[in-house]
């Protein structure tokens, strides 16, 4: 796959500064530098702050980190403790360690 | 009334009581006793197809528009787009009410193969937008349809059930009155047991179909903190939305009219203390095949419309032009009624919907015609799409509706020799307050048809068997001829009635030839006595005349004795005398 002309466009919606927010902020932060080192933009959105967002994105749950690009966009809710499942749904294969 | 009393009596108490948010929707008001619990969850369920949707719409349509209460809808299983034009048909417009900032309709898409779980979370997106909505339109309402999809989005149904509790608890603090719909489950009101977190209202919707025909229905579960109706209410979906049925009303007191209205048979009217009907009553006219009850009817319609109301003719066996058609030949023009908007023409076949639609299409036509009479030709029919018990429960309702209205209502019933349709007759004629019935007299090798009130309430009516006379004139009552030989009709009783008039010319006949004879013999006799007198004079002159002879003869006896006597005396003294006097 060629990964190193795309950029990951990630956005992480969270409500407030909530444990689970804060917990899958660092989570997220924590992947991507391991996997997508310089090739990632995190946009983190507060929905407490601008309610009106949450219905383009089709925001359920909090937090739900949305993959826009590359395609296809792909939703990950939850904290996102699970690396793997994490991993998988913004389609990157754990790089050689 | 108890509450009411209350009320006066603890004005605290008004406070207390719950506060009740109409739907709107026709006729569930009433058996909510005001509408749905304001500011509490409300839970719609039943099963695919059964109208959820549609009626959690026509609550927030019908708030936004005639309540002022605008209403956020969110919808799990239909796009927003979808929504607008499946509305549409109902003429709701949801495009204008969206810019209007009355209506706001919010799709949430769940889709599954895109979300992926990890660890834990939190529906706060969801009261986000939830939120944001309610807020932006001011919103006194919210529907949720179907929420139940959150399940097969989402995988986690620990956290889906804690955070749905928490939802409808947010709501009730929003102090919103919602609806949410949900699917119906085995042997569960709904699927996911939303019962469980939803326990102020609980109304389900049924759509069943027995004997191929489909009659939706409509069942409040529960109402907490209000007094309700129970049963199941049949609900009709059409171009105007849903209007849902009260069952009966609960009291019996209508007002009852004195007046009253001509049968259009004037003869008729005469059996019926010769004014006709009360006006607001029930006519039944039953009878068997082709005894005439849809010309009593069409006559009756035709006396409506002369008298310048309105009549609504409900069909169910013949189309309008077969009936205007066939009355024609009887010298009633019912198309002219129609042409000056007097008369309507509803026909449908029985088996078009269930009793309860007819009930309603009855109802919604009614309503917006305001007739002063309605007929229903022929109630048997109905029978075909439902039991004796169902269609004596509909004309019960009907009739009740009906007297509230002060309108006169006249059913046609067919009557076979068959168990069931007897049970019909006696079945309706209990609640009817007039029953004609018209039957065959099978009589000397001919049908006549003879015609009797078998009652009607509040009149003194006539016993008599009249015979029904249909003739290219009209209808006519004729008294049937009662003779030694029992009850004659028809043309045995015209055959009476001209030998009787033969008999009675007879009769003149014979009187005047006897009258003759004894003129005859007057005449006879009296010439009799005639010549007798005349005989009797003759006698009587011939006796005279000897009488008078004889007088004659002794004068001129006496005369010549006289002359004798002086002669004689002159003989001796003087001779001379006598020769002078000579």
């Given at each position: 796959m060629e990964v190193k002309e795309e950029i990951w466009e990630l956005r992480l919606y969270v409500a407030g500064q909530t444990t689970k927010s804060v917990t899958a902020l660092q989570n997220l932060k924590k992947y991507c530098e391991e996997h997508l080192k310089d090739k990632y933009k995190i946009e983190v959105i507060d929905l407490l702050v601008h309610p009106q967002l949450a219905e383009g994105d089709q925001i359920l749950a909090i937090p739900t980190l949305v993959k826009k690009v590359p395609e296809p966009i792909r939703k990950i809710i939850g904290d996102l403790s699970n690396e793997e499942k994490v991993l998988v749904g913004l389609n990157i294969r754990p790089s050689t360690k | 009334m108890s509450i009411e009393q209350q009320k006066k009596e603890d004005p605290g108490l008004i406070n207390k009581i719950l506060h009740k948010t109409p739907t709107g929707i026709t006729g569930l008001d009433e058996i909510t006793g005001g509408g749905l619990p304001s500011g509490r969850p409300t839970l719609i369920c039943g099963a695919a197809g059964s109208g959820k949707t549609l009626f959690s719409m026509e609550f927030i349509v019908r708030g936004a528009l005639e309540f002022n209460e605008p209403g956020v809808f969110m919808a799990f299983e239909e796009k927003s787009e979808e929504l607008t034009v499946n509305v549409a048909s109902l003429g709701f417009d949801l495009d204008k009410l969206q810019k209007d900032k009355l209506v706001k309709l919010d799709h949430v898409h769940i889709e599954r193969s895109e979300i992926e779980e990890t660890g834990e979370y939190d529906l706060d997106g969801l009261f986000i937008r939830l939120g944001y909505a309610i807020d932006s339109i001011g919103a006194k309402r919210v529907v949720l349809d179907t929420i139940e999809n959150l399940f097969s989005g989402l995988s986690n149904q620990l956290i889906l059930r804690a955070e749905l509790r928490r939802l409808f608890q947010w709501l009730k603090e929003k102090g919103v009155t919602a609806i949410i719909t949900g699917e119906k489950g085995e042997g569960a009101l709904t699927r996911q047991g939303l019962e469980e977190y939803v326990s102020d209202c609980v109304i389900l919707l049924d759509h069943r179909v027995c004997n191929q025909i489909s009659t939706r229905l409509l069942r409040i579960v529960k109402y907490r903190g209000s007094v309700h109706g129970t049963n199941e209410y049949p609900f009709l979906i059409d171009e105007e939305g849903i209007s849902v049925l009260p069952?009966?009303?609960?009291?019996?007191?209508n007002n009852v009219s004195a007046e009253r209205i001509s049968s259009g048979i004037p003869s008729l009217d005469k059996m019926l203390e010769g004014k006709g009907f009360y006006r607001g009553s029930s006519i039944l006219v039953s009878g068997t095949a082709g005894t005439g009850k849809t010309s009593i009817a069409a006559y009756f319609a035709h006396a409506t419309c002369l008298r310048k109301e309105r009549c609504v003719y409900f069909a169910f066996e013949e189309s309008p032009p077969q009936i205007i058609r066939n009355m024609q030949s009887i010298g009633i023009n019912l198309q002219e009624h129609i042409d000056d908007g007097l008369l309507q023409f509803h026909a449908s076949r029985p088996t078009l919907n269930g009793l309860e639609m007819h009930l309603v299409s009855i109802h919604k036509v009614v309503n917006k015609f305001r007739p002063r009479t309605i007929i229903l030709d022929p109630i048997t029919n109905l029978i075909t799409v439902g039991s004796v018990s169902e269609v004596k429960a509909m004309l019960i309702r009907l009739i009740d509706f009906l007297q509230t209205q002060q309108i006169t209502v006249m059913f046609t019933a067919l009557t076979l020799n068959n168990i069931v349709n007897e049970q019909t007759d006696e079945g309706v004629s209990s609640l009817v307050d007039a029953w004609l019935r018209v039957r065959d007299i099978e009589f000397n090798g001919e049908r006549n048809r003879g015609m009797y009130v078998m009652k009607s309430r509040g009149m003194k009516h006539s016993n008599q068997v009249r015979e029904f006379v249909i003739s290219d004139e009209g209808l006519n009552l004729v008294s049937v001829y009662l003779g030694p030989e029992g009850v004659l009709t028809g043309s045995a009783r015209e055959a009476q009635q001209l030998q009787e008039e033969t008999g009675l010319i007879l009769r003149t006949h014979a009187v005047s030839r006897k009258d003759l004879e004894i003129e005859r013999k007057r005449k006879v006799l009296e010439a009799k006595i005639a010549s007798l007198h005349e005989e009797f004079e003759s006698l009587q002159d011939e006796l005279n005349k000897s009488y008078v002879e004889e007088e004659l003869k002794k004068e001129i006896i006496e005369k010549n004795r006289e002359k004798l006597t002086k002669i004689r005396h002159h003989e001796n003294n003087t001779a001379t005398d006598n020769s002078s006097s000579e």
């Amino acid at each position: 796959m060629e990964v190193k002309e795309e950029i990951w466009e990630l956005r992480l919606y969270v409500a407030g500064q909530t444990t689970k927010s804060v917990t899958a902020l660092q989570n997220l932060k924590k992947y991507c530098e391991e996997h997508l080192k310089d090739k990632y933009k995190i946009e983190v959105i507060d929905l407490l702050v601008h309610p009106q967002l949450a219905e383009g994105d089709q925001i359920l749950a909090i937090p739900t980190l949305v993959k826009k690009v590359p395609e296809p966009i792909r939703k990950i809710i939850g904290d996102l403790s699970n690396e793997e499942k994490v991993l998988v749904g913004l389609n990157i294969r754990p790089s050689t360690k | 009334m108890s509450i009411e009393q209350q009320k006066k009596e603890d004005p605290g108490l008004i406070n207390k009581i719950l506060h009740k948010t109409p739907t709107g929707i026709t006729g569930l008001d009433e058996i909510t006793g005001g509408g749905l619990p304001s500011g509490r969850p409300t839970l719609i369920c039943g099963a695919a197809g059964s109208g959820k949707t549609l009626f959690s719409m026509e609550f927030i349509v019908r708030g936004a528009l005639e309540f002022n209460e605008p209403g956020v809808f969110m919808a799990f299983e239909e796009k927003s787009e979808e929504l607008t034009v499946n509305v549409a048909s109902l003429g709701f417009d949801l495009d204008k009410l969206q810019k209007d900032k009355l209506v706001k309709l919010d799709h949430v898409h769940i889709e599954r193969s895109e979300i992926e779980e990890t660890g834990e979370y939190d529906l706060d997106g969801l009261f986000i937008r939830l939120g944001y909505a309610i807020d932006s339109i001011g919103a006194k309402r919210v529907v949720l349809d179907t929420i139940e999809n959150l399940f097969s989005g989402l995988s986690n149904q620990l956290i889906l059930r804690a955070e749905l509790r928490r939802l409808f608890q947010w709501l009730k603090e929003k102090g919103v009155t919602a609806i949410i719909t949900g699917e119906k489950g085995e042997g569960a009101l709904t699927r996911q047991g939303l019962e469980e977190y939803v326990s102020d209202c609980v109304i389900l919707l049924d759509h069943r179909v027995c004997n191929q025909i489909s009659t939706r229905l409509l069942r409040i579960v529960k109402y907490r903190g209000s007094v309700h109706g129970t049963n199941e209410y049949p609900f009709l979906i059409d171009e105007e939305g849903i209007s849902v049925l009260p069952v009966t009303a609960l009291k019996l007191e209508n007002n009852v009219s004195a007046e009253r209205i001509s049968s259009g048979i004037p003869s008729l009217d005469k059996m019926l203390e010769g004014k006709g009907f009360y006006r607001g009553s029930s006519i039944l006219v039953s009878g068997t095949a082709g005894t005439g009850k849809t010309s009593i009817a069409a006559y009756f319609a035709h006396a409506t419309c002369l008298r310048k109301e309105r009549c609504v003719y409900f069909a169910f066996e013949e189309s309008p032009p077969q009936i205007i058609r066939n009355m024609q030949s009887i010298g009633i023009n019912l198309q002219e009624h129609i042409d000056d908007g007097l008369l309507q023409f509803h026909a449908s076949r029985p088996t078009l919907n269930g009793l309860e639609m007819h009930l309603v299409s009855i109802h919604k036509v009614v309503n917006k015609f305001r007739p002063r009479t309605i007929i229903l030709d022929p109630i048997t029919n109905l029978i075909t799409v439902g039991s004796v018990s169902e269609v004596k429960a509909m004309l019960i309702r009907l009739i009740d509706f009906l007297q509230t209205q002060q309108i006169t209502v006249m059913f046609t019933a067919l009557t076979l020799n068959n168990i069931v349709n007897e049970q019909t007759d006696e079945g309706v004629s209990s609640l009817v307050d007039a029953w004609l019935r018209v039957r065959d007299i099978e009589f000397n090798g001919e049908r006549n048809r003879g015609m009797y009130v078998m009652k009607s309430r509040g009149m003194k009516h006539s016993n008599q068997v009249r015979e029904f006379v249909i003739s290219d004139e009209g209808l006519n009552l004729v008294s049937v001829y009662l003779g030694p030989e029992g009850v004659l009709t028809g043309s045995a009783r015209e055959a009476q009635q001209l030998q009787e008039e033969t008999g009675l010319i007879l009769r003149t006949h014979a009187v005047s030839r006897k009258d003759l004879e004894i003129e005859r013999k007057r005449k006879v006799l009296e010439a009799k006595i005639a010549s007798l007198h005349e005989e009797f004079e003759s006698l009587q002159d011939e006796l005279n005349k000897s009488y008078v002879e004889e007088e004659l003869k002794k004068e001129i006896i006496e005369k010549n004795r006289e002359k004798l006597t002086k002669i004689r005396h002159h003989e001796n003294n003087t001779a001379t005398d006598n020769s002078s006097s000579e």
